[in-house]
Each structure stands twice: as C-alpha cells, then as structure tokens.
C-alpha cells in the first residue's frame, strides 16, 4: 500500500453501526499509529466529538438515533468543536448521496464496501486541504 506511514498519528473516530466492520477499520487504522475510538450511533457520534476533538471523523450515513447527515449538520453548527474532516463511510453511493453528504457538512464521501488503500488515500488528502 502506497503512502501507508503518512496516515500514522492521527486522531480518528470512526461511527459505524455495524460492529465487527467498525472493529476490524478500527484497528487497521490503529495498526498504522493512530488513535482510534469507536461509536455505533448518531448521538454517541456527536457526543465523542464533543469530548475527544478529532482531526477525521469516518462516519456512516445510516445509524440509530440520528442518521450520518443530521450527526454531520450537528458537528458543522457546534463552534465548541474543532472542526474535523468529515468522511461518509457508507452503502450509499448514487449521486444523490453523494450530493446529500456534501450539502451536510461532508469533506469526502467513500462507498462501501471499504478499500482500505483509497480511504488512506482521502484520509491524506483531507489533512493535507486543512
């Protein structure tokens, strides 16, 4: 994998609702030296940003309480948060989607299911826009 050391001390949440998909990107990311925390919901997803301030938040569209676009909406009108890198990590990929990711707040949007190269690779290139 191209570029894999750029991708190491990063401070990453990652919200997914599928858990075993969620642990398993958790800890390839940990793998490459980054700090990692994990939420399955939309509520805890704005709460961890609050207290854990990331530089990248790979987030799912589709999750309880509040869905990935609402979490996304919250995180961009909260001054109190510093204003993380927002990634959509999701089964929805028509242009709709992608349109709706954008109108949200979303720096980037990946479609599942995730390869693992390309997200290192929109996760370099959005720290590199900050």
């Known amino acids: ?13 990652l919200v997914d609702d599928n858990v075993d998909a ?3 990107t958790a800890e390839l990311l940990r793998l490459l030296g980054n700090e990692v925390a994990v939420v399955h ?5 704005v709460d961890a940003t609050c207290s854990m301030q990331p530089e990248i938040v790979l987030l799912d569209i ?17 001054a109190d948060i510093s204003q993380p890198r927002l990634i959509a990590l999701t089964g929805w ?18 479609v599942k299911p995730l390869d693992l190269e390309r997200l290192l690779e929109t996760i370099n290139k959005q720290m590199l826009s900050t």
Not at 1 to 13: C, V
């Open 1 to 13: 994998m191209s570029g894999i050391g750029q991708h190491g001390g990063r401070r990453i949440l």
């Open 22 to 24: 969620a642990m398993t």
């Open 41 to 45: 919901d939309g509520i805890a997803a």
């Open 62 to 78: 589709g999750l309880p309480c509040i869905d990935g676009y609402e979490v996304a909406k919250r995180i961009r009108a909260n």
């Open 93 to 110: 990929g028509q242009e709709k989607d992608k349109f709706a990711s954008r109108d949200a707040g979303f720096d980037d949007h990946l």
